[in-house]
């Protein structure tokens, strides 16, 4: 089992970036794939971008490809989400989630485990 824990957000100008950070418990951190997500008030939680057990594949959303970049340190316990050139539609709460199989997932039931969430404002 795993319980993780986001941080990193808070209120930035459109344009502006934003560094997420996501600690995880547990010895066996290794061997999650781990994702981000994010989610608005009335909508579904939504994939962001997810990373592979050995950081040699990533997958983003479309919305977010070539701005967010995911990486993960596994010696730390520690899931990334660098945030660049942040556009007010990336405004939501921000959470971060593992999966136990090794293979890449966007679906939210794919993954087992969440954080409780932070909050990015992203303002005109």
């Known amino acids: 089992q795993v319980q993780l824990v986001e941080s990193g957000g808070g209120l930035v100008q459109a344009g502006g970036s934003l560094r997420l950070s996501c600690a995880a418990s547990g010895r066996t951190f290794g061997s999650y794939v781990m994702a981000w997500f994010r989610q608005v008030p009335g909508k579904e939680r939504a994939f962001v971008a997810t990373?592979?057990?050995?950081?040699?594949?990533?997958l983003y959303a479309d919305s977010v490809k070539g701005r967010f970049t995911i990486s993960r340190d596994n010696a730390k316990n520690m899931v990334y989400l660098q945030m660049n050139s942040l556009k007010p539609e990336d405004t939501a709460v921000y959470y971060c989630?593992?999966?136990?199989?090794?293979?890449?997932?966007?679906?939210?039931?794919?993954?087992?485990?969440w954080g409780q969430g932070t909050q990015v404002t992203v303002s005109s």
């Open positions: 989630a593992a999966r136990e199989s090794g293979e890449l997932a966007h679906n939210t039931f794919n993954y087992n485990y």
């Open positions: 990373i592979n057990r050995r950081s040699g594949i990533t």
